[in-house]
Each structure stands twice: as C-alpha cells, then as structure tokens.
C-alpha cells in the first residue's frame, strides 16, 4: 500500500507537493498518479491544482478518477489543495460548474466592487501572494502553527460554505473569506501549503501523522485483543 498519494488529474504543482510530504515525512512512500487503483489502495490522498474549476473537474472524470476520489474523501485523511478544496463543494460559479457535492455550499468569485484594501487602493484579482490566516477551529492539522500565520495564496474564487462548522481558518482579501474547512477525515485549504515556508511544511506534516477520530478508533479497535 502507498502512504500517500498525490492525484495527477493533469493540472497542478503536484511533484511540488510530493517533494514537500516527502521532505516533511522521508518515512513515508510517496506516490504521483492518475491511476485511480492506487488512490482507493492509498491510506492518504491529496488533491492539489491550481487552474479552471471546469477543467479540472472534466480532466478529473476524463481520467476516471471520480469515484476513487469520492471514496477517499469519504473515509481516509484527505487533503485539497486551491482546487481540491473548491472541487468539494456543490457548484462553482466558475463556469456554473458542478463539484463533487462532498460539502455544502458555493465556490464564489471575488466580487469587483469589493476590491479595497483598508487604504481604499483597488485590489488586483485573482489573489496572489502572502496573506496571514485565522484558524476559527482547532484542528490537528493547526498544530504548531501559530494564529495569524502567513500562507501563499493564487486563486480568484472562494468556497461560501452552506454550513459555518465546516469553517477552520479564514482570511480577508477585500472581503473576508474562507480558506480552510474541516469535517471528519477531510481538510482541505484555499493556500498553497507546499509553497508556504514553514507554516506550510509544517501542515503537511501534521497531516503526514494525522490520524481522524473515525480511522483511529477503527485502528484501535484492530489492534485490541479478542474478549
């Protein structure tokens, strides 16, 4: 079994964030692929990208990896990347495009009108560059990343999630939004962790080691002695 797979949907920094896990987690095989056998086999699965939602989801289903996707975010740690976290939720507004529906809500574009910094300067979109992060929730993939910490972002739309518990960092470009969510075995974030220095390296880590609630007990459960 792979340790970790990164999903090759043909878009994306993947071996960037290959060699990231690699360098944070050396113990650990990491495996690139669009073979949608070793993503079901896989005990985690990332899935990064940047790009069109429309592309991605139609490169996703060109390659057949749809339902391998749907199962691993469905009972093993699973972390999205940019478009890996907007492909989560139920439709995007980029291209009116539908996403795998794993979570309520909407991928929105940022609105022009409110492209202002606290200065009044006009905002450039898409969003690109260091911007600090607020984590709204406790989360094992937070740990030892101090609040307010610097991420790098580079995205035009966000995720309006349909339901506030699934919230766990926000941040403010213009509007303030969400840019991490959290629910169950998956975390996903709208930054680029693999190109965030330390704070970044430091969430790959955490999700190298993590262990959700429900797989956990299923381990413990596997490894206690019969009665």
């Not at 929730?137 to 995720?159: C, D, K, M, N, T």
């Not at 339901?163 to 840019?179: K, Q, S």
């Amino acid at each position: 079994m792979t340790d970790v797979v990164v999903v090759d949907y043909g878009m994306g920094n993947l071996r960037s964030v290959a060699k990231a896990i690699e360098h944070v987690a050396p113990q650990l095989k990491v495996t690139v692929t669009c073979d949608a056998a070793l993503v079901t086999r896989a005990a985690r699965v990332v899935f990064p990208g940047q790009g069109a939602m429309p592309d991605c989801m139609r490169e996703m289903d060109a390659r057949g990896l749809r339902g391998a996707v749907l199962e691993a975010a469905r009972g093993k740690p699973f972390l999205g990347i940019c478009i890996g976290l907007q492909m989560l939720f139920e439709r995007s507004d980029e291209g009116d495009t539908a996403g795998l529906g794993l979570l309520p809500g909407r991928v929105r574009r940022f609105p022009a009108d409110r492209m202002v910094d606290g200065q009044g300067a006009r905002l450039k979109v898409p969003h690109m560059g260091w911007n600090e992060v607020r984590q709204t929730a406790a989360h094992p993939l937070w740990e030892g990343i101090p609040q307010g910490s610097r991420f790098y972002f580079v995205h035009s739309y966000f995720p309006d999630p349909g339901a506030r518990d699934i919230t766990a960092g926000e941040t403010v470009y213009g509007v303030p939004f969400t840019c991490a969510v959290a629910r169950g075995n998956v975390f996903a974030v709208q930054f680029h962790p693999e190109k965030s220095q330390a704070a970044g390296l430091r969430l790959l880590a955490n999700f190298a080691g993590w262990q959700p609630a429900t797989q956990r007990a299923q381990h413990d459960a596997a490894a206690s002695p019969a009665a």
